[in-house]
């Protein structure tokens, strides 16, 4: 069941492991600065309409949509 | 500057909202100084504490999460580092979030030994259950750590001693842990240091940082480089390394640093509980929850205005009748000591009546930027730039302009100001020359004055709205019409980090709302002192004369041919209109000079307008033309003269024709 899923996709309050962020150079380096990069474990606290937020790090940070389309992530059991 | 003959440099670096102000003011309370970096827009606060006789300054440099060189901020800031060559570059870190904060310290001991990481909140850490061990943290990282707290008043004095006997003693240590890299980026990292010393440096800048840079495609870096030598076989090396990787470099050095970091900081804090649903997640379940979060905004909004006005309505009024005593006392006394009309008449209805335009303005500017500071310190304000970020996208623009439209309700150079967090540089200046569309606190006055005189209570409320709402759809379907002259350029995606709730502390609200409201009293203030002494010069010249045969009479007249048949707008009109182009605080006490002939000037004004005439005033002083110092202020953010051109004439274009086509309908259906 190792399936990779969309950030969008994945419910709130799951612990996801970032797989691969195919997002423009700018916006990778922005999230990789927040700690936001391939290998990182983090967990969707609001996805509903909006930008979403993820806690990473002990911190929340909002993601636009659109980006957060373009994260894959493995779901962590 | 000062007269101890012995001057430090500190630095102070941080991540934002990890406490970095708060410190920075607690150590030099009033001793500070708001200005701008060289060339930039960015502020650059400085200030100093003195310490057997030995003066310490200080800078607080802006908050950012890196060095690189994505934005001014992070430009200015490694500049500072390397070219003024602090004594030391203090990294001010969040206990509650040591991984992320501890970032940037690791990136700033590739540039310099002399750094000093002071743990903040510590006393929040303790709450959460964590303990930190600052010695082992030390150890490992191979700079001072100290763990402070804003809220603890022995911080301060621990801070400062640090601070002493780190410049004064050995008794420190300054040997910043060097951030080994995977083994290719290594052999990387030492070919392009040879190459670059084999060259001679032409910066001031570390030689291994420069080679970092080089990797990470750091652009300014590589520009600097390239202006002295020839580094094609370098950057041909990368690209063959980083395809075979299919690595981005610059996330790969990231990557790196945080993985050395997780390892530190697991080994130094114990009671670290990761993926917990925290106090702030649960209340932000129903702040930003998808139904609920509009109509809570709108709710903490209307009561925020409701606030601003009515509190500040008898403060205002209070001060109004002071001043109309206090002119009336010095009229007679000059009229008792024969002073020379002309003499009388500059002091009283110029000067004072100057003063007083300012005095008027400051209690809704003060309450206004005291309410905002209170919604900024308890973290509700990043949240409403978050659930606008929906609606703003509709309109191609982030959550974040919002906040620029808020503050420009109290005065539009603060709302010009607020435009640097925006990112793109399209939203940034189209939100800069349509921020005086929003009707700053001194058109809320005419409005609510004008719309009094006219209207029901509830019809005048009704205005109200209608009016804010058109000037809110002015700026926004202005950002659509300018998205059309950009060049489409991919706009860089929301990444906000989202603040946990705190109570807000009268320490931050106090300081926030003073630089804040600072700003309209110093800079606004002079503008308005000096248009009021204009006012009065034109419509006194030549002395004596009727209002309609004054410079400004003739000047109205001339004018009211053109703006009477197309928007209903005589010369009397007129007058306040053009008077209100410096400063808007001047249309009133206009209207108060022109309408005063015979009775009260309410009556008066309420007998020569229609209500057609009425409204198409309203109308037309809420967007025509920016103040003056909203022009200035739209001159330094934007550092062009033709977008401050087009700050003055786009809005005048957009009101002439926006009033004509409503007076002319108005004029058929009423
Ligand atoms: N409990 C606690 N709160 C703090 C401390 N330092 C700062 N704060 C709060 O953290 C928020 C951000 O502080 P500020 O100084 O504006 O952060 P900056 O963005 O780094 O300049 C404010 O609400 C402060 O009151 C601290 O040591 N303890
Ligand atoms: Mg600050």
Redesign the pocket.
């Known amino acids: 069941m190792n399936q990779l899923f969309r950030l969008i996709d994945v419910d709130v309050n799951k612990i996801v492991l970032v797989k691969e962020i195919s997002a423009g150079h700018k916006a990778q380096r922005f999230l990789a600065d927040l700690g936001i990069h391939e290998g990182e474990k983090i967990r969707i606290t609001k996805n509903d309409v909006g930008p979403i937020i993820v806690e990473i790090k002990g911190t929340r940070v909002a993601v636009g949509r659109g980006l957060a389309s373009k994260i894959s992530v493995l779901m962590e059991e | 500057m000062n007269d101890h003959s012995i001057e430090h440099k500190i630095a102070f670096l941080?991540?934002?909202?990890?406490?970095?102000?708060?410190?920075?003011?607690l150590l030099t309370h009033s001793h500070q100084h708001v200005g701008n970096w060289p060339g930039k827009t960015i502020e650059k606060k400085e200030g100093h504490f003195i310490l057997s006789d030995e003066f310490f300054s200080l800078i607080?440099l802006p908050?950012t999460y890196s060095l690189s060189a994505r934005s001014d901020e992070e430009i200015v800031t490694r500049k500072f580092i390397t070219e003024e060559e602090p004594n030391l570059v203090c990294i001010?870190a969040?206990?509650t979030r040591l991984e992320r904060t501890l970032f940037l310290a690791m990136q700033t001991m590739e540039l310099t030994k002399n750094v000093a990481i002071f743990v903040?909140?510590?006393?929040?850490a303790e709450?959460n259950g964590l303990t930190i061990h600052p010695k082992d943290l030390e150890k490992q990282l191979g700079v001072p750590v100290l763990l402070?707290?804003?809220?603890?008043d022995t911080?301060v004095l621990r801070i400062k001693k640090f601070l002493y006997d780190a410049i004064h003693t050995d008794k420190y240590e300054f040997n910043p842990a060097m951030m080994m890299y995977s083994t290719k980026i290594e052999l990387m990292i030492q070919s392009i240091s040879r190459q670059i010393e084999d060259r001679g440096s032409c910066t001031e800048y570390p030689t291994r940082w420069l080679a970092v840079k080089v990797l990470e495609g750091d652009e300014s870096v590589i520009e600097t480089l390239e202006a002295e030598y020839d580094l094609t076989n370098v950057f041909d090396k990368i690209k063959v390394l980083a395809k075979s990787e299919k690595l981005d470099l610059n996330v790969e050095l990231s990557k790196s640093k945080y993985s050395a970091l997780h390892k530190i900081v697991a080994s130094s804090v114990a009671g670290f509980t990761d993926f917990q649903e925290s106090r702030s997640d649960k209340v932000d379940k129903i702040i930003l929850n998808k139904f609920w979060s509009y109509p809570i905004l709108i709710a903490i909004y209307a009561v925020f205005f409701l606030i601003t006005f009515y509190a500040s309505t008898p403060i205002i009024n209070g001060i109004d009748l002071g001043i109309s005593k206090f002119s009336f006392l010095v009229e007679n006394w000059l009229i008792n000591i024969n002073s020379p009309a002309i003499l009388t008449s500059l002091i009283v209805n110029g000067i004072i009546a100057g003063i007083a335009a300012v005095l008027l303005f400051i209690p809704i500017i003060i309450i206004f930027y005291a309410l905002i500071a209170i919604m900024?310190?308890?973290?509700y304000l990043a949240r409403s730039a978050f659930i606008m970020d929906r609606v703003m996208g509709k309109f191609g623009l982030q959550g974040t302009a919002f906040l620029s439209m808020v503050m420009g309700f109290g005065c539009n150079v603060a709302g010009i100001m607020a435009t640097r967090t925006i990112k793109n540089e399209k939203d940034r200046i189209s939100m800069i020359i349509t921020n005086s569309f929003l009707p700053c606190a001194a058109r809320l006055g005419v409005i609510a004055f004008l719309t009094g005189i006219f209207f029901e209570p509830w019809l005048a409320a009704l205005l109200m709205l209608t009016l804010y709402g058109f000037s809110i759809f002015l700026v926004l379907a202005s950002s659509l019409l300018f998205g059309l002259f950009f060049k489409k350029s991919d706009p860089l995606p929301l990444i906000l980090e989202i603040?946990e709730y705190?109570?807000?502390?009268l320490?931050?609200i106090f300081h926030?709302t003073w630089t804040r409201a600072g700003i309209f009293i110093k800079k606004a203030g002079t503008f308005i002192f000096l248009a009021s002494l204009f006012i009065w010069l034109m419509s006194s010249i030549p002395f004596g004369a009727p209002p309609e045969r004054t410079i400004a009479g003739y000047l109205g007249r001339g004018i009211s041919y053109v703006t009477e048949p197309l928007l209903g707008l005589d010369w009397k009109m007129v007058i306040p209109l053009i008077f209100g182009i410096p400063a808007k605080e001047a249309i009133i006490s206009a209207l108060g000079i022109l309408y005063s002939t015979g009775g009260s000037i309410i009556e008066v004004i309420k007998a020569s307008w229609s209500i057609p005439q009425a409204i198409s005033f309203l109308l037309f002083q809420l967007t025509y033309a920016p103040c003056f110092a909203s022009l200035a202020a739209i001159r330094t953010e934007t550092k062009s003269w033709k977008l401050t051109a087009i700050g003055f004439f786009y809005p005048l274009i957009v009101t002439i024709l926006s009033t004509t086509v409503v007076f002319q309908i108005l004029k058929l259906v009423i």
């Open positions: 941080g991540n934002p909202n990890v406490g970095k102000s708060s410190l920075f003011n607080d908050g001010i969040d206990a903040n909140m510590s006393d929040l709450k402070v707290s804003a809220v603890d911080s900024e310190d308890s973290g603040p705190r109570r807000p502390r320490r931050n926030l």
